[in-house]
């Protein structure tokens, strides 16, 4: 497969997943679902917390990078979604998530493969599974931060696993974009405006900011 020149197909499995009438109630990427798009209330049913042309552009960007190896994954979701659309370019994907209904969830709707579907329990900040994704994952192509949204959570995930992305790798942080309806996605903006501003931050390395709904950051490493 010419990964590359690929995205399409890899759209289009991504939406096959996605729109499985299985998955009802949930269905689709974060774009099906307007009613709730802007207000915290309401039953959030999308199958993927993604906006679809958002990650469509982060995957094209991985793409163009050579990046297919490992991925990893801080969050998995309310049905694993973002999983299974990573793992459509990532030959291994490994995803870290607390709530044990999401994986449940996950495995009901997908069957992993043990090998190349990585699915651990318990908190990212956990020092026990800090160091077990570590030994796993380093050297990783992709690191996607998706769990708490908070400053000093985000802080933290940045932190305990930013190392384990090698040269070249993208380090990424989803729902970027300030809404002040949404006091969480405030916090990341700022932990990014924080971190672009480190002493030793190098200008050489820019944060590339993706989409004006939901948002996808990232750096290379």
């Given amino acids: 497969m010419d990964r590359a020149n690929d995205i399409a197909s890899v759209m289009k499995r991504i939406d096959e997943f996605l729109y499985d009438p299985k998955k009802l109630p949930f269905r689709g990427w974060y774009d099906d679902h307007p009613s709730f798009a802007s207000t915290p209330s309401g039953p959030y049913r999308g199958a993927i917390q993604q906006v679809r042309s ?79 994704v570590q030994q796993m994952a380093r050297g990783s192509d992709l690191l996607f931060i998706d769990g708490g949204h908070l400053f000093d959570e985000v802080r933290a995930d940045w932190a305990l696993y930013g190392d384990i992305v090698r040269p070249g790798g993208f380090a990424c942080f989803h729902d970027h974009v300030p809404r002040p309806a949404r006091y969480h996605e405030l916090q990341i903006d700022i932990f990014l405006t924080w971190l672009e501003h480190q002493p030793g931050w190098p200008k050489s390395v820019p944060i590339h900011r993706i989409g004006n709904t939901l948002g996808v950051a990232y750096y290379v490493v």
């Fill in 54 to 132: 958002e990650f469509e552009e982060l995957l094209r960007r991985a793409l163009a990078q050579g990046l297919h190896g490992t991925a990893v994954q801080i969050g998995l979701g309310i049905t694993g979604g973002t999983h299974f659309a990573l793992r459509q370019v990532f030959d291994r994907v490994i995803s870290i998530d607390i709530n044990p209904e999401n994986i449940a969830r996950f495995k009901s709707f997908h069957t992993p493969d043990p090998q190349r579907d990585i699915i651990v329990h318990g908190s990212s900040r956990d020092m026990g599974i800090v160091n077990q």
